[in-house]
């Protein structure tokens, strides 16, 4: 795929989400990373059934601790790998106390020595709450940018480097949600719905000529 064809691809991606976002509900910086912890191997739908609860008890990193492993648990269970991430939210409250005044820190290298925080994630809250041009590559970001010759890559990371690289500097800000948008509901894992995307004719996926034919 050549410039010029990323640059329709993103062109069109923007004209039918002019204003992309992430579909985790949070009002905060603290409870969207309080969320993207959680939504590691889950669904962001099943996410935001447990923090709709958890946040009306709980949603500032001085309050959660008080709730206890145990009691945490009792709001998070229904989450995949739900004692892991209940010790990793309880541990970063912790720190976000001690260390950061209670707040979420601007800042990658602080975010990414957080318990439950990586480069995805990080990547996430600079993007989404902090306003950076970041691309965090998630399962979505990672099939869409190979299967379409996007951005290739065999790991997260060389993908991610790809698509800085890639991506006009006007689209970087929401390209990671047209991205995951797109490898949610159109350039699916498993049945991609090709007869409805929009970026077929650019996708050089050779998959496509068997699927959705129009």
């Excluded at 790991?155 to 991506?167: I, K």
Aim: with cysteine; net charge positive; proline share 6%.
């Amino acid at each position: 795929m050549n410039r010029y064809q990323r640059a329709q691809v993103f062109d069109r991606l923007q004209a039918q989400r002019p204003h992309p976002a992430t579909e985790l509900e949070y009002r905060t910086p603290f409870e969207l990373l309080v969320a993207v912890i959680l939504s590691a191997q889950a669904t962001d739908v099943s996410v935001n059934k447990v923090t709709r609860r958890l946040f009306q008890v709980a949603n500032k990193p001085a309050a959660i601790p008080g709730l206890g492993e145990e009691g945490l648990k009792s709001y998070i269970k229904t989450i995949g790998l739900y004692n892991g991430k209940a010790k990793n939210i309880i541990n970063t409250c912790e720190i976000l106390c001690d260390k950061h005044g209670g707040q979420v820190p601007h800042d990658r290298g602080a975010l990414e020595q957080l318990p439950g925080v990586g480069r995805k994630t990080a990547n996430v809250i600079l993007n989404t709450a902090f306003g950076e041009p970041t691309i965090a590559v998630d399962t979505h970001i990672f099939r869409v940018a190979n299967r379409t010759g996007l951005a290739p890559g065999k790991t997260p990371a060389v993908v991610e480097r790809a698509l800085m690289a890639a991506v006009p500097k006007r689209f970087r800000q929401d390209a990671h949600h047209w991205l995951i948008l797109h490898g949610r509901y159109v350039c699916q894992a498993r049945k991609p719905r090709c007869g409805e995307c929009i970026i077929r004719d650019l996708c050089e996926w050779k998959g496509k000529a068997e699927i959705g034919r129009v």
